[in-house]
């Protein structure tokens, strides 16, 4: 059983950066395509990017596309999202997720696709 951990939230200026991380542990980490998704309050869970598990393959939510960047480790079983630019619309817990991936391409942003959930790490954007 794979078992996720963010970390690397925190509170930032609006046009600030932050960099999360998603700690793997438990399983193998290959063969599985990562996600990242955030989730404010009162609002739906949302996909933020997602990440094939060769890395080839990502995807970007409009919303961040081109301000968020997401890679991924195998090594170190780490998956990473570098955070430029903050929004005010940024802030919301942000969690990690896995998808299997057998072709080495799959990427999606629907979290019922995904399971393993990390418990979240904050992301809070304020002047």
């Given amino acids: 059983q794979l078992q996720l951990v963010e970390s690397g939230g925190g509170l930032v200026q609006p046009g600030g950066s932050l960099r999360l991380s998603c700690a793997a542990s438990g399983s ?9 998704f955030r989730q404010a309050p009162g609002k739906e869970r949302e996909g933020v990017s997602c990440i094939s598990y060769s890395g080839g393959s990502t995807i970007y939510a409009d919303s961040v596309k081109d301000r968020f960047t997401i890679a991924r480790d195998n090594a170190r079983k780490m998956v990473y999202l570098q955070m430029n630019s903050l929004k005010p619309e940024d ?3 942000y969690y990690c997720a896995v998808a299997e991936d057998y072709s080495g391409t799959y990427v999606s ?12 790490t904050q992301v809070t954007v304020s002047s």
């Fill in 28 to 36: 193998d980490f290959y063969y599985y395509a990562v996600g990242w």
């Fill in 91 to 93: 802030p919301a817990v």
């Fill in 109 to 120: 942003l629907t979290p019922a696709n995904f399971g393993s959930w990390g418990q979240g």
